[in-house]
């Protein structure tokens, strides 16, 4: 019940954010929400899933010293470079796991919350999307890809004021905490470009129909692709790609028509989303996920690694759905359907389904410390895994 209950509170402070005019208010209640989020991410203890192999990372990870008098013991850690002096830094003043867990919390709502507060009027809400949307997987599981998005996000401001160097050096300072932010390099040029309503249906069609008749046409390119670029990117792919768990298919299920109904919504409200300052940005963002989860199916680890990154722009799209509406009426209405869709994302969380085993129950680093009470997160990340496994095979 914890999560459910913090979804609770974020929902009301995002009705309080869509209700408030002020600006130091509203600033206030982002505060709030993103101090929940960062404590719950940055002090939870053997929760989520990747946590062991973190730990690990971290274990053998030299202090910034060493790293810098001896670089090759960087290199004998396959993990992006950035990440590890991340890492080394937190090591060299004698900061635990736990202060590494915290300080990338801390660093990622901090870069989303800013970034929400000057994209949408209604961030508050923005950062309940984010709980629901993307937290779980990103703030719980993919910490590196989790530091990459967040520098993503941020950097799409420079996209509008037209500074292509800063917007390259936060890209590639993004893909120094995980190689797949570079994909977002050429999209500088198409981000902020008008695209017809016509356009991205003709598109979006072609891609239900690829995915609905299990069209086969991804993994030869996507294996020819990554031998050119490397023994490293290919050994990687052939993983994702002939590995028994990650080599399979996204089925239909009721995300595929999820994904149809916000489209739809989106396309309606298309000119004046596009008219708000970043609205073309977020919206475009979006609709290169929607095509990856179509037109990618047959490699479901990839594509959802590679739509993380574009994934992040309907927590800005959904409140500015809400920010074009006219009268408070309309918004409070059309702010049910947004809470539920967002609820969808994580509801066998938040319910406690056995599938979420991983996360529940939530285990605090300062309760744990006062109540000395034993961490059950290795029976519960095996079980989770044995979940994840089974799931694939079907």
């Not at 970043?278 to 963002?285: E, F, S, T, V």
């Given at each position: ?124 809400l923005g950062l309940l ?220 969380i938040f319910l406690e ?42």
């Open positions: 019940m914890f999560y459910l209950i913090v979804f609770i509170i974020l929902v009301f402070l995002s009705v309080l954010d869509v209700e408030i005019k002020a600006k130091n208010s509203k600033q206030f209640l982002l505060i709030i929400a993103a101090t929940i989020l960062i404590l719950i991410a940055g002090l939870r203890v053997e929760t989520g899933g990747d946590w062991n192999n973190y730990a690990s990372i971290y274990k053998n990870c030299p202090t910034f010293i060493n790293a810098i008098s001896t670089p090759q013991l960087l290199a004998q850690i396959p993990i992006e470079n950035g990440f590890l002096i991340f890492c080394s830094l937190i090591k060299q003043i004698g900061g635990s796991m736990q202060l590494l867990l915290f300080s990338i919390s801390l660093l990622n709502i901090t870069l989303i919350a800013k970034s929400l507060s000057d994209y949408t009027k209604f961030p508050v999307c984010y709980y629901c949307i993307l937290y779980f997987s990103l703030e719980m599981i993919y910490l590196r890809q989790a530091m990459a998005v967040a520098i993503c996000f941020f950097s799409l401001r420079y996209i509008k004021q037209k500074n292509v160097w800063l917007y390259v050096l936060l890209i590639l300072l993004a893909t120094s905490m995980h190689r797949i932010a570079i994909v977002l390099l050429p999209f500088y040029w198409l981000l902020d470009k008008n695209i017809s309503a016509k356009t991205y249906i003709i598109i979006m069609t072609i891609g239900m129909f690829i995915m609905l008749v299990g069209v086969l046409w991804l993994k030869p390119i996507f294996l020819h692709v990554s031998f050119w670029l490397g023994e490293n990117f290919y050994n990687k792919a052939l993983l994702y790609a002939t590995e028994e768990r990650f080599a399979v298919h996204r089925v239909v299920t009721i995300g595929y028509f999820l994904n149809i109904l916000i489209f739809a919504a989106f396309m309606c409200f298309k000119k004046e989303i596009e008219n708000l300052q970043y609205g073309k940005i977020c919206l475009n963002m979006f609709c290169v996920s929607l095509i990856m989860y179509y037109y990618c199916y047959e490699l479901i680890e990839v594509s959802n690694r590679v739509r993380l990154v574009f994934l992040i722009g309907i927590i800005a799209l959904l409140p500015m759905l809400i920010e074009v509406l006219q009268g408070n009426m309309s918004k409070y209405i059309a702010l049910i359907p947004v809470v539920l869709y967002c609820f969808s994302f994580s509801m066998h389904h056995p599938r979420a085993v991983a996360y529940n129950p939530y285990q605090n680093y300062v309760v744990m410390q006062l109540t000395n009470k034993k961490s059950t997160g290795p029976e519960r990340l095996k079980k989770s895994k044995q979940f994840f496994d089974n799931e694939r095979k079907r």
